[in-house]
């Protein structure tokens, strides 16, 4: 070993420039998979030291439709210090006349808020508001024009803002806002008349309770203390449920990407150290006559290869280590919560053993062969046959894959997800080096071309020593991973492009009670006459049982189970609504006033394994309502019209307090007038219009893609850096062929045409392939991780591959120059 030391060193310092390809190809892996890692870690970190902040205290019970009662409210206060917020949506106008805005409202105790700070910019006039006064967001001032001082109006109050929001601790535990956020205390929500029989709101009870307290165990509790009543209960733990899990999932799916970044560049790794060590051959050669062992230069390669890879992947997790930070500094107000700046050794340690392996896998074949390399190498050269790997590395091999699939799969959050991605990459790899198996046989079988420089590139894909399956992996990898890149790309352009249909209703209205439709009417009629509407009655309701099982009992709910996460819009209907079609089952009688049925959407349906006849229980304002399942229906959601997932029949349900729920479809120059007459003739009333839902889903859809393209990025390194490894595995051969064609009288322009050409053919055969490959990729990410439309620009996606195919005519061609300045009597001498 000491010896293989002093060689393998004094080796590196002379020609170690040939394992720069290595170094790059584990650098850009390990610090995609480091960066991903330590900024996913560090934002759930984040949320995880905020959870009590962002739930607003160590246990919260929810409601809908309602306020607590005093028995309720006594035996909350009883277990802890309580405080009470309400929150709605609502319409704000001014003084000035402008359009009427939406804003989440929320109605704040005293008492609020009991964990966290709540701040208003410099220059409030008070520190919260009181009674007639109200706190609101920065964008709703910038918005409207408004500053400290000024007047708007909510409902039938006219308030004071008195300052503008700078810290609210528990905004992020809220959920998911239309509009910004006005803050009043209770005083000031009742005077606005906003909560009214049948409005849509919420109420939340948060309470700090004394250390030791077992928070999810009181919860579940002081939920059965008072069955059916429709409370639900949530801890700290558990706060921002919904942004935790899809700031997981978009881990995952970036931490997916990582991998095939890896992946790729262990194909890059395999060229680059195929090409070192053929460059090595007679050096090897000469070793085994002077003595040297197998072991030995083995030991003395991987001595270089180790030294190589390590800093390769210790600069890849110095990178990754730094990239919350440097997100944080370039991109911070697009995160969710800054993020806790710390060192994360679980992602890096996955990284960096993850790089070693993939490092280890494609290194191996190259590093078996050049131990296995003969001493009469140094008189057969190139003629030398190429040798199958011994049962021992393939052993070895097999191992090691055995290990990166299990450590990629238990280190991901969906393990499901992970195996399945990581078997599809190593299918792939095995499908290209068959498809390239295929490409040289059949350009063997081939009539041989006239022209002749033809007839030497197609050649070039076939005789003996050709790298065409080694090229065909790197290609086809590369063309896969920039295609499915692409359609990922412009479907979620796409999406954030057309996400608003042509037929879309312009205004959703809420809290539109039913005495009030004339007047409601009315008003829309005057701002756009020939408006057209839908209303249906609504209320809120939450699955408590399910055949009979309560959902509480429920420990492990299906990941894709959302109708029993919180409380639904519901409503009933004698007729089958608009957009709905019977996929299983019988829609009820016109006249029916039996007991209650009920009709679910069919993937929500598929979801909890319910069929036809089973029983639900339906909580409505306090009220348990057992139903049975009639129909499952499919929604055309993509109307945007009015859709539940929840119909029931008419009868019983219609006893309870509820408000209507009305859709406005007419012309997009008519919103600033129909805001202004439904907000004069009924301020209680609220608008929702269309495109700022639209626009909002398009910013989030926009961070998505911003984020799937920064780790796109290093992907595409890592796919040219494979591409250049590929052209130097074959340079050697390739110095032979441009000496022979320099003494035969070809020239310059003859050599590169035919690199080109030979490059141009493989190009084009795996175009299609690479098309079928990624595309699949991309569909599968779209529709099944983000379960979004598929909708990739085509072009776009011809324009990517046509540039994949040129820039790798330009890496072929460019690698090989330094061919053409070889002298042919160098180049004989020394091969």
Same mark, same amino acid.
């Given at each position: 070993?000491?010896?293989?030391?002093?060689?393998?060193?004094?080796?590196?310092?002379?020609?170690?420039?040939?394992?720069?390809?290595?170094?790059?190809?584990?650098?850009?892996?390990?610090?995609?998979?480091?960066?991903?890692?330590?900024?996913?870690? !560090?934002?759930?970190?984040?949320?995880?030291?905020?959870?009590?902040?962002?739930?607003?205290?160590?246990?919260?019970?929810?409601?809908?439709?309602?306020?607590?009662?005093?028995?309720?409210?006594?035996?909350?206060?009883?277990?802890?210090?309580?405080?009470?917020?309400?929150?709605?949506?609502?319409?704000?106008?001014?003084?000035?006349?402008?359009?009427?805005?939406?804003? $989440?409202?929320?109605?704040?105790?005293?008492?609020?808020?009991?964990?966290?700070?709540?701040?208003?910019?410099?220059?409030?006039?008070?520190?919260? %508001?009181?009674?007639?006064?109200?706190?609101?967001?920065? #964008?709703?001032?910038?918005?409207?024009?408004?500053?400290?001082?000024?007047?708007?109006?909510?409902?039938?109050?006219?308030?004071?803002?008195?300052?503008?929001?700078?810290?609210?601790?528990?905004?992020?535990?809220?959920?998911?806002?239309?509009?910004?956020?006005?803050?009043? &205390?209770?005083?000031?929500?009742?005077?606005?008349?906003?909560?009214?029989?049948?409005?849509?709101?919420?109420?939340?009870?948060?309470?700090?309770?004394? @250390?030791?307290?077992?928070?999810?165990?009181?919860?579940?509790?002081?939920?059965?203390?008072?069955?059916?009543?429709?409370?639900?209960?949530?801890?700290?733990?558990?706060?921002?449920?919904?942004?935790?899990?899809?700031?997981?999932?978009?881990?995952?799916?970036?931490?997916?990407?990582?991998?095939?970044?890896?992946?790729?560049?262990?194909?890059?790794?395999?060229?680059?150290?195929?090409?070192?060590?053929?460059?090595?051959?007679?050096?090897? #050669?000469?070793?085994?006559?002077?003595?040297?062992?197998?072991?030995?230069?083995?030991?003395?390669?991987?001595?270089?290869?180790?030294?190589?890879?390590?800093?390769?992947?210790?600069?890849?997790?110095?990178?990754?280590?730094?990239?919350?930070?440097?997100?944080?500094?370039?991109?911070?107000?697009?995160?969710?919560?800054?993020?806790?700046?710390?060192?994360?050794?679980?992602?890096?340690?996955?990284?960096?053993?993850?790089?070693?392996?993939?490092?280890?896998?494609?290194?191996? %074949? #190259?590093?078996?062969?050049?131990?296995?390399?003969?001493?009469?190498?140094?008189?057969?050269?190139?003629?030398?046959?190429?040798?199958?790997?011994?049962?021992?590395?393939?052993?070895?091999?097999?191992?090691?894959?055995?290990?990166?699939?299990?450590?990629?799969?238990?280190?991901?959050? $969906?393990?499901?997800?992970?195996?399945?991605?990581?078997?599809?990459?190593?299918?792939?790899?095995?499908?290209?080096?068959?498809?390239?198996?295929?490409?040289?046989?059949?350009?063997?079988?081939? @009539?041989?071309?006239?022209?002749?420089?033809?007839?030497?590139?197609?050649?070039?894909?076939?005789?003996?020593?050709?790298?065409?399956?080694? *090229?065909?992996?790197?290609?086809?990898?590369?063309?896969?991973?920039?295609?499915?890149?692409?359609?990922?790309?412009?479907?979620? !352009?796409?999406?954030?492009?057309?996400?608003?249909?042509?037929?879309?209703?312009?205004?959703?209205?809420?809290?539109?009670?039913? /005495? &009030?439709?004339?007047?409601?009417?009315?008003?829309?009629?005057?701002?756009?006459?020939?408006?057209?509407?839908?209303?249906?009655?609504?209320?809120?309701?939450?699955?408590?049982?399910?055949?009979?099982?309560?959902?509480? &009992?429920?420990?492990?709910?299906?990941?894709?189970?959302?109708?029993?996460?919180?409380?639904?819009?519901?409503?009933?209907?004698?007729?089958? %609504?608009?957009?709905?079609?019977?996929?299983?089952?019988?829609?009820? @009688?016109?006249?029916?006033?039996?007991?209650?049925?009920?009709?679910? /959407?069919?993937?929500?349906?598929?979801?909890?394994?319910?069929?036809?006849?089973?029983?639900?229980?339906?909580?409505?304002?306090?009220?348990?309502?057992?139903?049975?399942?009639?129909?499952?229906?499919?929604?055309?959601?993509?109307?945007?019209?009015?859709?539940?997932?929840?119909?029931?029949?008419?009868?019983?349900?219609?006893? =309870?307090?509820?408000?209507?729920?009305?859709?406005?479809?007419?012309?997009?120059?008519?919103?600033? @007038?129909?805001?202004? /007459?439904?907000?004069?003739?009924?301020?209680?009333?609220?608008?929702?219009?269309?495109?700022?839902?639209?626009?909002?889903?398009? /910013?989030? *859809?926009?961070?998505?893609?911003?984020?799937?393209?920064?780790? #796109?990025?290093?992907?595409?390194?890592?796919?040219?850096?494979?591409?250049?490894?590929?052209?130097?595995?074959?340079?050697?051969?390739?110095?032979?062929?441009?000496?022979?064609?320099?003494?035969?009288?070809?020239?310059?322009?003859?050599?590169?045409?035919?690199?080109?050409?030979?490059?141009?053919?493989?190009?084009?055969?795996?175009?299609?392939? =690479?098309?079928?490959?990624?595309?699949?990729?991309?569909?599968?990410?779209?529709?099944?991780?983000?379960?979004?439309?598929?909708?990739? $620009?085509?072009?776009?996606?011809?324009?990517?591959?046509?540039?994949?195919?040129?820039?790798?005519?330009?890496?072929?061609?460019?690698?090989?120059?330094?061919?053409?300045?070889?002298?042919?009597?160098?180049?004989?001498?020394? $091969?």
């Amino acid at each position: 070993m000491r010896l293989a030391w002093r060689l393998g060193l004094r080796d590196l310092r002379r020609g170690g420039r040939g394992l720069l390809l290595l170094a790059l190809c584990l650098f850009l892996g390990t610090a995609a998979l480091a960066g991903i890692g330590s900024l996913s870690a !560090s934002i759930l970190a984040a949320l995880e030291g905020q959870s009590r902040a962002m739930l607003g205290g160590d246990l919260q019970l929810r409601i809908s439709q309602r306020r607590a009662t005093v028995e309720e409210s006594a035996v909350f206060a009883a277990r802890g210090r309580l405080s009470e917020t309400v929150g709605m949506r609502a319409m704000v106008q001014t003084d000035t006349g402008a359009t009427p805005t939406l804003v $989440d409202l929320k109605g704040v105790d005293n008492r609020w808020p009991l964990v966290g700070t709540f701040r208003l910019a410099p220059g409030a006039l008070a520190s919260r %508001p009181h009674g007639r006064q109200a706190a609101i967001a920065p #964008a709703l001032a910038d918005r409207l024009g408004l500053k400290v001082g000024d007047h708007i109006r909510i409902g039938t109050a006219r308030l004071a803002v008195i300052g503008l929001i700078a810290e609210e601790p528990d905004a992020l535990g809220d959920g998911f806002s239309f509009g910004p956020r006005v803050i009043v &205390d209770m005083a000031g929500l009742d005077a606005t008349n906003a909560v009214q029989p049948g409005s849509l709101y919420e109420s939340r009870y948060r309470l700090t309770l004394p @250390p030791g307290t077992d928070a999810e165990a009181l919860g579940n509790r002081l939920v059965a203390r008072f069955p059916g009543a429709g409370w639900s209960e949530r801890t700290a733990d558990r706060a921002a449920s919904g942004l935790r899990r899809g700031i997981a999932q978009l881990g995952q799916f970036l931490l997916l990407v990582g991998l095939a970044a890896l992946a790729i560049a262990g194909v890059g790794v395999g060229s680059g150290v195929s090409a070192y060590l053929a460059g090595k051959t007679p050096i090897i #050669a000469t070793l085994k006559v002077l003595g040297a062992r197998s072991r030995t230069i083995a030991a003395m390669f991987l001595i270089q290869l180790g030294l190589v890879a390590g800093a390769g992947i210790g600069g890849g997790l110095i990178l990754g280590a730094t990239v919350p930070a440097i997100v944080a500094a370039v991109a911070g107000d697009a995160l969710p919560v800054p993020p806790r700046l710390a060192l994360y050794p679980a992602p890096l340690l996955s990284a960096a053993v993850l790089g070693l392996i993939v490092g280890i896998l494609f290194a191996l %074949p #190259a590093l078996a062969r050049a131990r296995s390399v003969p001493a009469a190498t140094l008189l057969r050269g190139a003629v030398a046959r190429r040798r199958w790997p011994s049962w021992r590395v393939i052993a070895a091999m097999v191992g090691l894959l055995a290990a990166l699939i299990a450590l990629a799969v238990l280190t991901a959050s $969906d393990q499901i997800l992970a195996l399945g991605f990581v078997g599809a990459i190593a299918v792939l790899i095995l499908a290209l080096w068959l498809i390239g198996l295929a490409i040289r046989r059949g350009m063997a079988k081939l @009539p041989r071309p006239r022209r002749p420089l033809l007839r030497m590139a197609l050649a070039n894909l076939h005789r003996p020593g050709a790298q065409t399956d080694r *090229l065909v992996v790197a290609l086809g990898l590369g063309f896969s991973l920039f295609v499915a890149l692409a359609t990922i790309d412009t479907s979620l !352009s796409s999406e954030m492009t057309n996400a608003a249909p042509a037929k879309a209703p312009r205004f959703f209205a809420i809290d539109l009670q039913p /005495e &009030d439709t004339p007047a409601f009417r009315a008003a829309v009629l005057r701002a756009a006459p020939g408006a057209r509407f839908e209303a249906t009655p609504s209320l809120r309701g939450s699955i408590v049982a399910l055949k009979g099982q309560r959902v509480a &009992d429920m420990k492990n709910l299906p990941e894709d189970a959302w109708v029993l996460r919180g409380d639904r819009t519901i409503t009933w209907a004698a007729t089958l %609504p608009a957009r709905n079609t019977i996929s299983a089952g019988k829609w009820w @009688p016109s006249d029916y006033r039996g007991p209650p049925l009920v009709s679910i /959407e069919d993937k929500a349906a598929a979801s909890l394994g319910l069929k036809i006849g089973d029983e639900i229980t339906v909580a409505v304002l306090g009220v348990d309502v057992p139903a049975r399942i009639a129909a499952f229906r499919t929604i055309d959601w993509s109307g945007l019209g009015l859709n539940f997932a929840i119909v029931f029949s008419p009868g019983l349900i219609e006893e =309870a307090p509820h408000s209507l729920l009305a859709s406005i479809y007419t012309p997009a120059d008519r919103d600033g @007038p129909i805001a202004l /007459e439904v907000g004069a003739a009924l301020p209680s009333v609220t608008l929702i219009r269309v495109g700022d839902v639209i626009g909002q889903i398009g /910013e989030l *859809l926009g961070r998505i893609a911003f984020a799937v393209r920064a780790a #796109a990025a290093v992907t595409v390194a890592a796919g040219v850096a494979v591409l250049v490894g590929a052209v130097a595995a074959s340079a050697r051969a390739r110095r032979l062929d441009a000496v022979i064609l320099k003494l035969l009288g070809g020239s310059r322009a003859q050599i590169l045409a035919v690199q080109a050409m030979e490059y141009a053919v493989l190009g084009l055969l795996l175009a299609a392939v =690479a098309l079928a490959i990624g595309a699949g990729a991309g569909w599968y990410v779209i529709v099944q991780v983000f379960n979004l439309p598929w909708a990739p $620009d085509w072009g776009v996606v011809a324009m990517t591959l046509a540039a994949s195919i040129v820039v790798t005519l330009g890496i072929g061609v460019l690698g090989s120059l330094p061919v053409l300045n070889v002298r042919p009597a160098l180049a004989l001498r020394e $091969d």
